[in-house]
C-alpha cells in the first residue's frame, strides 16, 4: 500500500485537512460517499520528523495512535470482549517488509487467557508472503477469521513511499484495510468486502521507490541504512498502541512481563 496523500490529485477537495499536535503533524481524511479514488472510511497520516531523537517524541505519536485506534473501533462499533485478530503482513527475512511480524512479537495474545484485565480477545497472525506460502495472503487470514470469529481485523504492514522525509517518519492508519503486496502489483485486497470483517490498517513507510529519482526507465526501490533501527522503534510503537488499546489495565512492563515464555 502506498501513502494516499501521494496520489496524483487535489485532497482537499475530499476534505483532507492537516493540524499539528506539538510535534506531530496529523492529516485527517473522512470518506462519506464513495468515489473513484476511496472507499467510505477515515484515513489517518501522522508524521513526527524527530521522531528518533527522543523517546518524549516516541510517546507523543504512541499517544496519538492509540486515541485513532478507539476511534476506529468506535467506528466499526467494535463492544468490549470481542475478537479481534490482528494479522502481521510481510516477510520477516526482509528487515525492511518485517514491521508486521516484528509488532506481533510484542503483542500481547489474549483470547486464550482467562484474565480480568482484558478488554478484548486478541489473536495474532504473520501469514507471510505469496511468493512464500504460494497462498495468496488474503485467503489466509479470511480462513482463520472465519475459524476464530473474528470481529475485527487489524493488518500491520510496511509501505511504499516516494517522499524520502516519510521513510520511518510516518505512520498511515485507516479503517478499510489494505492492499498486502500493493506496491509490488499485487491486486487482492484485506477488506470488508473481501474478508466479510471489518479491517483496520497500521503502515509504516520503509521502502522508498527511487523511479522519479533515477535516470534508469524502471522501478527502484530502495530501504534507508538504519532500517534495523526503524523497525525497532516503530513496531514498539505500534504494539504498545494495541496492547495499551486490549488491555487497558495492565503496565507496559507488565505485559512485557506476561509476554516473556514460560
Known amino acids: 500500500m502506498k501513502i494516499f496523500d501521494e496520489l496524483d490529485m487535489d485532497f482537499r477537495s475530499l476534505g483532507f485537512s492537516q493540524k499539528e499536535i506539538g510535534d506531530i503533524s496529523l492529516g485527517i481524511l473522512d ?56 494479522c502481521g503482513l510481510g516477510n520477516e527475512d526482509i528487515i525492511s ?18 484474565f ?10 504473520c501469514p507471510n508472503v505469496q511468493a512464500v506460502t504460494g497462498i495468496e495472503t ?32 510516518c505512520f498511515q492508519l485507516s479503517s478499510i484495510g489494505m492492499i498486502p503486496g500493493g506496491a509490488m502489483g499485487e491486486s487482492m485486497e484485506i477488506s470488508q468486502k473481501t474478508i ?18 533515477s535516470k534508469i526507465n524502471k522501478s527502484i526501490i530502495v530501504a534507508p541504512k538504519d532500517i534495523k533501527h526503524y523497525v525497532s522503534v516503530c513496531s514498539t510503537i505500534i504494539s504498545d498502541a494495541i496492547n495499551s488499546v486490549m488491555c487497558a489495565s495492565l503496565s507496559p512492563k507488565q505485559i512485557s512481563e506476561t509476554l516473556k515464555p514460560i
Open 31 to 86: 470518506i462519506k460517499k464513495d468515489n473513484k479514488h476511496f472507499d467510505i472510511g477515515k484515513y489517518r497520516i501522522l508524521s513526527c520528523h524527530n521522531l528518533y531523537l527522543h523517546q518524549n517524541y516516541q510517546k507523543q505519536v504512541l499517544v496519538q495512535i492509540k486515541k485513532i485506534l478507539r476511534e476506529f473501533l468506535k467506528f466499526h462499533h467494535i463492544k468490549k470482549q470481542s475478537t479481534i485478530l490482528v
Open 97 to 114: 517488509d518485517s514491521l508486521g511480524v516484528e509488532s506481533c512479537k510484542k503483542i500481547l495474545a489474549t483470547r486464550n487467557l482467562n
Open 116 to 125: 480480568s484485565y482484558k478488554k478484548h480477545n486478541v489473536c495474532l497472525i
Open 138 to 169: 488474503p485467503l489466509i487470514v479470511k480462513g482463520i477469521a472465519d475459524v476464530i470469529k473474528a470481529d475485527i481485523i487489524i493488518i500491520i504492514d510496511s509501505l511504499l513511499t516516494q517522499n524520502i522525509k516519510r521513510l520511518g517518519h
Open 196 to 213: 466479510g470483517v471489518p479491517c483496520i490498517s497500521i503502515g509504516v513507510p520503509l521502502l522508498l521507490d527511487i523511479n522519479k529519482l
